[in-house]
């Protein structure tokens, strides 16, 4: 598992990237970064380091994760100080698809966390 790549796309591995912020090692220094660790957390199918970088106010109760679903790809389309623009590619047993999305992070008792996003088309 250490030596295991990092499922938001980056050359590090997954402990070395995303990791650390799933184990709260670290913080996400920007929403670039923590837009990384979430897709990365939905990756791996850890819901509690996704509701706690989740806004309260409009964090869900819990979070599903879709049977036969593979998070498979991430492109980062544009990031600025608050905003990051993505599209995620996935596989399901149906084929594959893709979730573009412009995010919205805010800076919270000193870390980010994801506000909301539109999802496109």
Do not use: N
């Not at 184990?23 to 199918?45: I, Q």
């Not at 623009?85 to 149906?94: G, H, K, L, M, N």
């Amino acid at each position: 598992m250490t030596l295991d790549p990092c499922p938001c796309g980056s050359d590090l591995t997954y402990r070395a990237c995303c990791g650390a912020l799933h184990v709260g090692a670290r913080l996400a220094e920007t929403p670039e970064e923590l837009m990384r660790s979430r897709y990365s957390a939905f990756a791996k199918h850890d819901a509690d380091y996704l509701l706690r970088t989740w806004h309260p106010r409009t964090r869900p109760a819990d979070v599903d994760f879709e049977d036969g679903l593979t998070w498979i790809g991430l492109e980062i389309v544009d990031a600025t100080d608050r905003e990051v623009e993505f599209v995620a590619v996935y596989q399901t047993p149906a084929g594959m698809g893709a979730l573009s999305e412009r995010s919205r992070f805010e800076r919270r008792g000193g870390r980010w966390v994801y506000v909301d996003g539109d999802v496109a088309g």
